[in-house]
């Protein structure tokens, strides 16, 4: 990745907020089909 993300702080924020999305989203689609 270039730009701003290309950091290690701003790449493992981003990595953080996507992983947490990912998984709120797994566990809306566990509880949906449980």
């Known amino acids: 990745m270039k730009g701003p993300a290309s950091n290690s702080r701003g790449g ?3 990595l953080v907020y996507v992983w947490a999305k990912t998984v709120h989203f797994s566990r ?3 509880s ?3």
């Open 12 to 14: 493992q924020s981003v």
């Open 32 to 34: 949906a089909t449980l």
């Open 28 to 30: 809306l689609v566990l």
